[in-house]
């Protein structure tokens, strides 16, 4: 049974950097395409970073160059390192599986259940 479990979420002062963590079971993630979205308080869910199966990126632009995602196959997981974090970026961060068709992410499912960012001084 396939089971997404984030973790790292933590609160950070403006300027400051996170590492969030994706574990998986049930499915590999480097056979998929994996996903971090981020819901902020009274804001929609958004798609922030992909890498697709054969390891290519996607990013939103607002996180461009301040965030990166990475996987490991050995733990089967999947990372985002997030840098130079802002106010903007508090939210919820969820991981997703799913498959990515002409450079369009579409989202499974399955989804973590998240884990909080809060960015405040």
């Known amino acids: 049974q396939e089971r997404l479990v984030e973790s790292g979420g933590d609160w950070v002062q403006p300027g400051g950097s996170l590492r969030l963590s994706c574990a998986a079971s049930?499915?590999?993630?480097?056979?998929?395409?994996m996903a971090w979205y981020r819901q902020g308080p009274g804001k929609q869910r958004e798609l922030v970073a992909v890498?697709?199966?054969?390891?290519?990126?996607i990013y939103a632009d607002s996180v461009k160059g301040r965030i990166t995602i990475s996987r490991d196959r050995a733990k089967n997981t999947v990372y985002l390192q997030m840098n130079s974090l802002k106010p903007e970026d508090t939210a919820v961060y969820l991981c997703?599986?799913?498959?990515?068709?002409?450079?369009?992410?579409?989202?499974?499912?399955?989804w973590g259940q998240g884990t909080q960012v809060t960015v405040s001084s």
């Open positions: 997703n599986e799913g498959v990515t068709i002409l450079g369009t992410y579409k989202p499974s499912d399955y």
């Open positions: 890498i697709t199966s054969v390891g290519s990126t």
């Open positions: 049930g499915i590999s993630v480097t056979t998929k395409s």
